[in-house]
């Protein structure tokens, strides 16, 4: 991470999402947070929104407060709860694991007694409840032979995870665990106040079998070991985050006593082991849906020896635990008013509706909002155009790091069709102008932007002896790729006998994607329905969000058992006019009527 | 084995009791089983015995048939339910895992399912009962993506152990394991009829770190490996038995779901992996002693993959689950009148009581009964002398295997000294007459074999270049053993407020030794109180039966946990007058009392 950096930023590459409404402008002072060394001087703006005692206990603005030095940033539970005011949700910290102290009475030679039925009394009036596993009881004889009579307990619902020796009641701790087919990323939470206390995120090394989720599934079918391999990546790469947090935070692996893992169906089934191979064919089943809970030394995890690992529930084969905790993180299940929540990575699913009723559907968005199969496309990286605009005469571009521009990815390459769009350089079936044409729309200097490249006609954003420039052939595709959304959208307006430019609420925009992408570009592409700006939410990391909710809360992993349920899973390829539909959509949005909007 | 031997001697040697109120004599018939081959002539008495059909079907009695060739036998659960009819017992045949065929649909493109939820649907109505985990989903995925839709589940109270692919319901196998100090017992159970279908026994392998349990518990203190590495041992011979019954019957180890394991509170403790010492040092309490389920897998143990063992529980750091099992299987917790359980290896342990209410106590018997620090004291192995009978001039004497003694085992020992008292040769203090003194009371030819040997006053037993005789001092270490077992009837009689001589229906002898030894000669030593023959009741292997019994019924196994809650424990040394008693009980009975009891 660069100097200078701010904590926004750095947050948004660790794929943690910090709430700002106000689109990190130091202006609804709503990004605080906790950070008290390695971080730069106090801005303006912070002196205006934080109080002086909020200063002086270290509290920051993530979008004002940059990166000095190694940074100890805490996302305090607060600062989840901000998040997840922009539903109206408040979550209560009510996690699956607590911890107890208990002293242990000695046995005597008039009332000998097993250490079990001594710790049982100490543990009135619950004692008799709890079922204490074989490696518990191995830990007890353990603590009380060592001459310690005070134990802490780690109980989870009847059951007892750890015997500790001593008074550990202050250390008791989780992971949630969102598992995407590129990216990895694990949190720390404190599972008595739910604060946040360490993240870190790592590519998905299953990415040497392939980039999408269909060739890691041909290498299950195709090598024996293959599934088993899968498995053993995903799990390392858990490992390695959980070690990170570790040594970010100093917490001690044998107090990390439960997690939460979310992944889209297939991550779900490599990471569990389940032969992923029907997810590739038709009719696309999953071996389960249901939320499992299963102990994290029978997939490899390491965290405390008898720790539980809660995987959280999936809808179908396309529609995974990822949306499931999505929609719980923005509580869209929950409201009178329809929503439609947008989740784009290699697929794109689509969740529409409200209390009422809630539909959803995959979409073949392919890799083009990802910036794979686009000429200069590339990942959310340095060196990547993240944001474009176009002026009378200029092209103003945002890359990554501050550097010279190496590519796009897919934010830059929304907002270059909408600015495109905008000033008339592209037409609303997708067809780039011809340069003479265009000299009469836009003037000399940016139709000079336009040229027959070695991949056909295209416009440039940065010259030079190693371009960067859009082509033809990449607007084409990205018309693919948010036909296929809008499509989507359609079809689950129509289940639900809606008009979504008249009845929706709000798009909830989630995921990284929604993140870094501008809403209002994805407006101006058609991507999604045509709603004032106002309406337009980009939510963040929701699928690590909700897997935080369900590590600290046992009401909020029973509504996402409940979601999963609730939510009608459509076949897109079952609905006899989606081909037309798709057609339809491909074409972009008349610029003025968009324009008009505002 | 030796040709010849009789099936009821070689299920003798495998400590498989076989139920014979008749004393192997030929005269009651209820030691019958299956025996088709390998198995010599049938005698006159099972001509008399069996009726013409069983003799066609292959049944024969125990006591009668051969061994001739390598022998298949087969105990039927009828067999076992006979032995239990001793005590009034039935047991019904109803075990905790059970098989269920199921066809799973395929999903359609117009409704795709999980599959999962097909074969929950296909399991109506019990299906969404069923807690199905990850290694149970991991096989459904397997067997379906094999093309195969019928599935057989293994099922258990609610959980799915196994998913196996076609019509595997008539393989539902169980192990029985008693695990002893010096032998353990593995028994295979057919458990849709509660059927044994084999049964290997071994030497505790962890024998070459200590004989008894105390000098085990020592190395688990001294050597820090050392839980670990008796824990190794114990399940290693476990999985040896396993392998030898599935050679001896053909079953598939992954169709062997359950097991059930008894022996005593040192003996569970080190198969659990749970530390020992504390039932080396007082005051004697154990870890546990409340039943235990845990999966065979984190034991080590090799049976199916998510196999359940069920530990039986015990009583107290002196009285275990081998105990419980006893009672159990003799049935003394469910009778009006009072009855004597004792179970004697290295420790005696003893239990007296009806249905109203049960007390028990362990006595330092010593090994004295199992032929340790004897002079010629030895296992009953070939060439021990297990019977003894002096007659005016002669000593007889039964040696097993019919060849030449070598020594002397423990029901050879109380034989000896129950019929050196008997013609006055030993007097009620337990002194041997001298050699004159003794030729006025038994004449020249006895007397003889009075001499003083290089450990002291001696009768010989069998003369030559290489002798066997008893000494004084033997006879002095069964005193104290039989004077602890004596006076622990007599503390136990008290708190129950009884007269064992009045109020005791019967004494069962359980245990290796109980099948071995002379119920007479235990009378006439004093061991247990003077009580009519037919009161005597030598009950076999009851910890193994009991084993069985809860193994393949639900109820017994509950049984079995209410019988160890309900047993009162008494510590001996607790007792003020207990040394009194002691010294009381190691004098003789007067041997003119004793043969008038016929």
């Given at each position: 991470?660069?100097?200078?950096?701010?904590?926004?930023?750095?947050?948004?590459?660790?794929?943690?999402?910090?709430?700002?409404?106000?689109?990190?402008?130091?202006?609804?002072?709503?990004?605080?947070?906790?950070?008290?060394?390695?971080?730069?001087?106090?801005?303006?703006?912070?002196?205006?929104?934080?109080?002086?005692?909020?200063?002086?206990?270290?509290?920051?603005?993530?979008?004002?407060?940059?990166?000095?030095?190694?940074?100890?940033?805490t996302?305090?539970?607060?600062?989840?709860?901000?998040?997840?005011?922009?539903?109206?949700?408040?979550?209560?910290?009510?996690?699956?694991?607590?911890?107890?102290?208990?002293?242990?009475?000695?046995?005597?030679?008039?009332?000998?007694?097993a250490?079990?039925?001594?710790?049982?009394?100490?543990?009135?009036?619950?004692?008799?409840?709890?079922?204490?596993?074989l490696?518990?009881?191995?830990?007890?004889?353990r603590?009380?032979?060592?001459?310690?009579?005070?134990?802490?307990?780690?109980?989870?619902?009847?059951?007892?995870?750890?015997?500790?020796?001593?008074?550990?009641?202050?250390?008791?701790?989780?992971?949630?665990?969102?598992?995407?087919?590129?990216?990895?990323?694990?949190?720390?939470?404190?599972?008595?106040?739910?604060?946040?206390?360490?993240?870190?995120?790592?590519?998905?090394?299953?990415a040497?079998?392939?980039?999408?989720?269909?060739?890691?599934?041909?290498?299950?079918?195709?090598?024996?070991?293959?599934?088993?391999?899968?498995?053993?990546?995903?799990?390392?790469?858990?490992?390695?985050?959980?070690?990170?947090?570790?040594?970010?935070?100093?917490?001690?692996?044998?107090?990390?006593?439960?997690?939460?893992?979310?992944?889209?169906?297939?991550?779900?089934?490599?990471?569990?082991?389940?032969?992923?191979?029907?997810?590739a064919v038709?009719p696309?089943?999953?071996?389960?849906?249901?939320?499992?809970?299963?102990?994290?030394?029978?997939?490899?995890?390491?965290?405390?020896?008898?720790?539980?690992?809660?995987?959280l529930?999936?809808?179908?084969?396309?529609?995974?635990?990822?949306?499931?905790?999505?929609?719980?993180?923005?509580?869209?299940?929950?409201?009178?008013?329809?929503?439609?929540?947008?989740?784009?990575?290699?697929?794109?699913?689509?969740?529409?509706?409200?209390?009422?009723?809630?539909?959803?559907?995959s979409?073949?968005?392919?890799?083009?909002?990802?910036?794979?199969?686009?000429t200069?496309?590339?990942?959310?990286?340095?060196g990547?155009i993240?944001?474009?605009?176009?002026?009378?005469?200029?092209?103003k571009?945002?890359?990554?790091?501050?550097?010279?521009?190496?590519?796009?990815?897919?934010?830059?390459?929304?907002?270059?069709?909408?600015?495109?769009?905008?000033?008339?350089?592209?037409?609303?079936?997708?067809?780039?102008?011809?340069?003479?044409?265009?000299?009469?729309?836009?003037?000399?200097?940016?139709?000079?932007?336009?040229?027959?490249?070695?991949?056909?006609?295209?416009?440039?954003?940065f010259?030079?002896?190693?371009?960067?420039?859009?082509?033809?052939?990449?607007?084409?595709?990205?018309?693919?790729?948010?036909?296929?959304?809008?499509?989507?959208?359609?079809?689950?307006?129509?289940?639900?006998?809606?008009?979504?430019?008249?009845?929706?609420?709000?798009?909830?925009?989630a995921?990284a994607?929604?993140?870094?992408?501008?809403?209002?570009?994805?407006?101006?592409?058609?991507?999604?329905?045509p709603?004032?700006?106002?309406?337009?939410i980009?939510?963040?990391?929701?699928?690590?969000?909700?897997?935080?909710?369900?590590?600290?809360?046992?009401?909020?992993?029973?509504?996402?058992?409940?979601?999963?349920?609730?939510?009608?899973?459509?076949?897109?390829?079952?609905?006899?006019?989606?081909?037309?539909?798709?057609?339809?959509?491909?074409?972009?949005?008349?610029?003025?009527a968009?324009?008009?909007?505002?």
């Amino acid at each position: 991470m660069p100097k200078g950096t701010t904590l926004a930023r750095a947050a948004r590459v660790a794929e943690v999402a910090i709430d700002a409404p106000c689109g990190n402008r130091g202006v609804c002072g709503k990004c605080r947070l906790l950070a008290t060394q390695g971080v730069g001087e106090v801005t303006e703006a912070e002196e205006r929104l934080l109080l002086p005692r909020e200063l002086s206990e270290g509290w920051r603005l993530a979008c004002q407060a940059t990166v000095e030095a190694d940074a100890v940033v805490t996302l305090h539970s607060e600062a989840m709860q901000m998040a997840l005011t922009t539903s109206d949700l408040t979550i209560e910290v009510k996690p699956n694991v607590r911890k107890r102290l208990a002293r242990v009475a000695l046995s005597t030679l008039q009332a000998p007694r097993a250490d079990l039925d001594q710790l049982r009394e100490a543990l009135e009036p619950e004692g008799d409840g709890v079922c204490f596993p074989l490696p518990a009881l191995r830990q007890l004889a353990r603590v009380l032979r060592a001459g310690e009579d005070r134990v802490t307990l780690a109980l989870t619902d009847g059951r007892c995870l750890a015997v500790e020796a001593g008074d550990t009641t202050g250390e008791c701790y989780g992971m949630a665990f969102d598992i995407g087919t590129t990216t990895i990323v694990g949190a720390l939470v404190d599972l008595r106040s739910g604060a946040q206390i360490g993240v870190a995120s790592a590519l998905n090394t299953q990415a040497s079998f392939g980039a999408d989720v269909i060739s890691r599934i041909g290498y299950t079918m195709t090598d024996p070991e293959g599934l088993e391999v899968l498995q053993e990546r995903v799990v390392g790469v858990l490992n390695d985050l959980t070690q990170s947090v570790m040594e970010q935070s100093g917490v001690k692996r044998e107090r990390i006593y439960e997690a939460t893992v979310v992944g889209n169906t297939c991550m779900h089934h490599l990471f569990l082991g389940l032969d992923p191979r029907s997810l590739a064919v038709v009719p696309y089943n999953p071996v389960v849906v249901d939320p499992l809970t299963v102990y994290a030394n029978e997939l490899g995890l390491r965290l405390a020896p008898q720790a539980l690992v809660h995987v959280l529930p999936n809808i179908g084969g396309f529609v995974g635990a990822d949306i499931v905790a999505g929609v719980l993180a923005t509580g869209v299940h929950r409201r009178g008013e329809v929503r439609i929540f947008i989740d784009i990575g290699t697929n794109g699913e689509i969740v529409i509706g409200s209390r009422e009723r809630l539909v959803c559907c995959s979409t073949a968005a392919g890799p083009a909002f990802e910036g794979a199969q686009i000429t200069f496309g590339m990942r959310a990286a340095e060196g990547a155009i993240e944001h474009v605009h176009i002026g009378p005469d200029t092209v103003k571009l945002k890359v990554i790091g501050h550097t010279r521009p190496r590519g796009i990815c897919g934010s830059g390459l929304i907002d270059v069709v909408a600015e495109l769009l905008r000033v008339g350089l592209l037409d609303q079936t997708g067809r780039l102008l011809k340069a003479e044409q265009a000299r009469e729309v836009v003037g000399e200097k940016l139709a000079s932007r336009l040229f027959e490249s070695s991949d056909g006609l295209a416009f440039s954003l940065f010259g030079g002896p190693e371009p960067v420039y859009v082509t033809q052939r990449d607007i084409r595709k990205l018309q693919l790729a948010k036909g296929a959304i809008n499509a989507g959208i359609a079809i689950l307006s129509r289940r639900l006998g809606i008009d979504p430019e008249r009845d929706v609420q709000e798009v909830v925009l989630a995921g990284a994607f929604g993140s870094y992408v501008d809403p209002a570009s994805t407006r101006a592409i058609g991507l999604i329905p045509p709603l004032p700006l106002s309406r337009l939410i980009a939510a963040g990391n929701t699928a690590g969000m909700g897997a935080k909710m369900a590590l600290v809360s046992t009401d909020a992993r029973a509504e996402a058992a409940r979601i999963a349920r609730a939510i009608e899973y459509i076949e897109l390829s079952n609905e006899p006019d989606f081909q037309d539909r798709f057609a339809d959509a491909m074409y972009f949005p008349d610029p003025a009527a968009i324009a008009a909007l505002e």
